[in-house]
């Protein structure tokens, strides 16, 4: 998928296992630059969970996976965002996403967001598309304000919804 400035890349569970295992691989496959949010600790075993998840469900991958969020201009990776799971039996999916530090409010996460969803609320099944951001957290609901989610739950953390 493309936006303006982003390739926005699925990766396959090969993909995935790669970035865990062999970046430099894995850089060379998709001929980029890696330089988003280290991939360690809690980050690096969503990672591989998600990894497991897309291997055992290949048809469905693009729900279980990440995807590199890739300038244009020099095949930099910025950041990753991703489906957290299939739609649910009401038709909701949930999206997460990050970006490195250095890539921060330069739209490229509003840009790739609203591309995701929009793929998304294409698909058969997906009727709403949901986010969870920190309470203290005002880019990231910026984010989805921009994109036309509305907050519909707060309590310990603030749920979104488009």
């Known amino acids: 998928m493309e936006t303006e400035r982003l390739h926005l890349i699925p990766l396959t569970a090969k993909q995935l296992k790669l970035w865990t295992e062999n ?3 894995l850089e060379k496959e998709l001929n980029c630059s890696y ?11 969503i990672v591989k969970g998600q990894t497991e998840k897309a291997a055992s469900d290949e048809a469905n991958y693009r729900y279980h996976t990440f995807w590199f969020l890739v ?3 020099d095949r930099m990776v910025v950041g990753a965002a991703g489906f957290k799971d299939v739609p649910d039996g009401n038709g909701e999916i949930e999206i ?3 970006l490195g530090k250095r ?4 739209g490229y996460m509003t840009e790739a ?3 995701m969803c929009g793929w998304a609320l ?6 709403h598309i949901i986010a969870e951001t920190d309470i203290d957290s005002p880019a ?3 984010i989805l304000k921009r994109c036309g989610f509305s907050l519909y739950k707060q309590e310990d953390t603030c749920w979104w919804r488009l």
Request: hydrophobic residues 35%; glycine residues 12%.
């Open 23 to 25: 970046r430099p691989a």
């Open 103 to 106: 890539f921060e409010h330069n």
């Open 71 to 73: 300038r244009k201009t």
């Open 140 to 142: 990231s609901q910026n």
């Open 35 to 45: 330089q988003a949010a280290p991939l360690e600790g809690l980050f690096l075993e």
């Open 122 to 127: 294409e698909q058969k099944g997906i009727a």
């Open 113 to 115: 967001v609203k591309a």
């Open 96 to 98: 997460g996403y990050g």
